[in-house]
């Protein structure tokens, strides 16, 4: 099979899954969660054979694999969609792969598969555990997920739309595919859609997003209007970018480049989370965990960046847009981070540190430090989902002391809740660890020191107020990663339920160990050919690869120890900061950092509620309801309604009675009783007076005749 044939095929195993289940399967958990894990195996071999085969291209940037179909008819032409694989695309869907794959198989542990079904669980709602009797004596277990065979539904969908976003040719395809991943948010956040705050969340994230979406739509209408083409390899062209780059902009001091990649980027900090659109994440955590995992790690928030990271060569024609990018992506990496430090739900503080560390990628961006902003989505959607993964086996281990003790109000995604589950739970402790140092730049060894390593040196060569605002939110993110390791793992356990949580199943296990050994080993091949005994040891193929992808292959920085020794006092010292502060604190009227502004999230929900939601709410209400609604359009339909029974009423009583009810009707009526009455006297029944009534119609006929014949 071709290459170009395989990588049409690498999104359709999740999306035939999805019909699959939906359509035949659901009743059978087993053949579904088997249907949707093996459709994901075969979409991870095939992006593992394009990735293999992308590595033996020599220059795949100037000679990706591609092929293309005519699609819709724009006139006398063909708009053509198609399929890319570049550099870019090829170590996205290695990553993608990977991950999709492990959060397939860990959703089956986590769903509580081979579990009997829950004493009083109802569809849309959290399993809440099964009572069987086990040596004589009853005992309360986990339950299977009731809505178990939907959720793998789900998540193919979800999949396929992150698959065809990754592999189009074209901005179009690409956002089909970032709108199917739109809607699974919805469902799949919404999931348990019995609680109310999961079916706010999911509406919510919706709303927020398609903010996003139509400033993203406006910029993809107003490229094909410039241009005429919405395919990457015709917009990247030389004189397709200079045309752009020349063409004023309906907004003063931009260029039509210059706009379009702002609106564009607008599309990428809703679905990024980014600032000031960042407020539907965290309460995106009220779906299943593995979702968490799905749309804050492999798949949707990514996308967003990557979007950006696609679009690099339109961004970089203008100084304002990227100014901007910058800004933004600084700006939210230290926003979030310090909203992390007083979050209490194990993951809600991720989803924040992902919100922050995305920020880093849009910064690095915004710096035109491509190769370091792509570095660090790999290892970050590595180690994020490992975390992700890692906290949801955390919550199921509580959840099992939940149900041993029958303390339902006891939160077991609160932090404050847990400690001690190192002993209890060591693969997902070590595993953990492995992912919270990734994600704190833990020095050397980790994949996350080398890809934010990357983006502080490029930040101190280019901009130095981006590299400072990183650098700190860099300390943060230690530091609130190290609360969060000491606060569930170490010490001792804080509730009973703590002390009877154990480890999870190994196909909650067996991922994050893949994911661990990710998180650790793709950093290796990103070390800077410069750096003090390890640089060259190694090839940095990653910067040879991924540069292949622009036009001009970027080169790389001179080595500078002040980065190099920031990462490490940064790394280092939020870590050991954050121990220090926490290794002793047991509740959270101990923990200093339980500000109201950091635990309120700066009040932006509440802020946005004031400023946008009740002024909408209220104007929907009001004028839209009350005045356009029931004011005017209803008082023209009732204009309408006496007015035409008015006319109803006049045709019906000066023309229909009178005229075809009585005249026609009765009258033809009361015309043939009339005359059927008076012949009604000629049937006497005597023969005589029929015979005389004839003779004198035969007398008068004929004289009547003959007076006209003489008279003729």
Not at 271 to 282: E, N, R
Not at 306 to 329: E, H, N, Q
Not at 606 to 633: L, S
């Amino acid at each position: 099979m071709t290459t170009e044939t395989l990588i049409w095929l690498i999104p359709l195993p999740p999306a035939l899954a999805f019909f699959l289940i939906v359509l035949f399967t659901n009743r059978n958990k087993a053949l579904s969660h088997t249907i949707a894990v093996g459709a994901a195996f075969l979409s991870w071999l095939g992006s593992m054979i394009v990735f293999v085969r992308a590595l033996r291209v020599e220059s795949l940037g100037e000679n990706p694999f591609e092929s293309s179909v005519n699609w819709l008819p724009t006139g006398d032409t063909w708009f053509r969609a198609g399929v890319l694989v570049d550099p870019l695309t090829a170590v996205t869907l290695f990553f993608v792969a990977w991950t999709v794959l492990m959060i397939f198989i860990y959703s089956v542990g986590y769903h509580n598969f081979g579990q009997p079904a829950g004493d009083h669980d109802h569809k849309g709602l959290p399993p809440h555990g099964a009572t069987i009797e086990e040596h004589g004596h009853k005992h309360v277990v986990p339950s299977v997920e009731p809505l178990y065979s939907r959720f793998f539904a789900f998540i193919g969908l979800f999949a396929f739309g992150m698959f065809t976003l990754v592999i189009s040719d074209n901005l179009l395809t690409l956002f089909v595919g970032w709108e199917i991943m739109g809607l699974c948010s919805y469902l799949l956040i919404g999931f348990w859609y019995g609680k109310k705050s999961a079916r706010d969340a999911a509406v919510k994230a919706f709303m927020t997003t398609r903010i996003g979406d139509v400033f993203m739509l406006l910029g993809i209408a107003y490229l094909y209007s410039v241009t005429g083409t919405l395919s990457f390899r015709e917009i990247f062209t030389e004189t397709t970018l200079r045309t752009l780059a020349s063409i004023p902009s309906m907004v003063n001091g931009l260029s039509s480049a210059g706009l379009i990649g702002l609106l564009l980027f607008i599309g990428a900090i809703g679905k990024s989370a980014q600032f000031p659109l960042h407020v539907w994440l965290p309460d995106a955590m009220e779906g299943p965990t593995p979702v968490s995992a799905m749309i804050h790690a492999a798949t949707m928030v990514s996308g967003g960046v990557y979007t950006a990271i696609r679009m690099f060569p339109l961004l970089s024609l203008d100084s304002t847009t990227m100014s901007i990018v910058a800004f933004i992506g600084a700006f939210t990496a230290l926003f979030a981070a310090t909203i992390a430090l007083a979050q209490n739900d194990i993951k809600r503080v991720l989803a924040y540190s992902t919100i922050s560390q995305l920020g880093f990628m849009i910064a690095a961006l915004g710096i035109g430090a491509y190769v370091a902003a792509v570095f660090h989505l790999i290892t970050h959607a590595f180690f994020k989902a490992l975390l992700f993964l890692g906290s949801g086996s955390v919550i199921h281990g509580m959840e099992h002391g939940v149900l041993h003790t029958g303390n339902h109000k006891t939160d077991p995604q609160d932090m404050f809740n847990m400690g001690g589950l190192k002993n209890k739970m060591p693969i997902t402790f070590w595993t953990f660890l492995i992912g919270g140092f990734a994600l704190s730049g833990f020095p050397i060894v980790t994949a996350g020191f080398w890809s934010k390593d990357e983006i502080l040196a490029d930040a101190f060569a280019h901009n130095l107020p981006v590299f400072v605002t990183l650098a700190v939110a860099a300390f943060l993110t230690a530091f609130y990663t190290m609360r969060q390791i000491t606060l569930t793992f170490l010490g001792e356990p804080r509730t009973k339920e703590a002390t009877h949580a154990h480890e999870t199943p190994w196909t909650m296990t067996s991922p994050l160990v893949v994911l661990s050994v990710l998180a650790i080993g793709y950093g290796w091949i990103g070390i800077p050919e410069h750096f003090p005994l390890l640089g060259g040891l190694v090839p940095n193929w990653l910067h040879d690869f991924v540069g292949g992808t622009l036009a001009e292959h970027p080169e790389a920085l001179e080595f500078n120890v002040v980065p190099l020794l920031t990462s490490l006092v940064v790394a280092l010292g939020g870590l050991g900061l954050g121990y220090l502060m926490y290794r002793n604190v047991n509740s959270p009227a101990e923990d200093r950092l339980q500000l109201g502004f950091l635990k309120n999230k700066y009040y932006f929900d509440e802020i946005y509620d004031v400023v946008f939601i009740k002024p909408i709410t209220w104007f929907a209400d009001k004028v839209v309801y009350q005045i356009m609604d029931k004011g005017f359009i209803d008082g023209i339909l009732h204009l309408f309604g006496p007015g035409t029974q008015g006319i109803g009423d006049g045709i019906r009583n000066y023309f229909d009675l009178p005229v075809i009810n009585k005249f026609f009707g009765d009258g033809s009526a009361n015309a043939t009783y009339f005359s059927g009455e008076k012949l009604r006297l000629a049937q006497t029944g005597r023969i005589q007076q029929y015979l005389m009534l004839a003779l004198i119609l035969f007398l008068a006929i004929g004289a009547a005749l003959y007076f006209f014949v003489i008279a003729a």
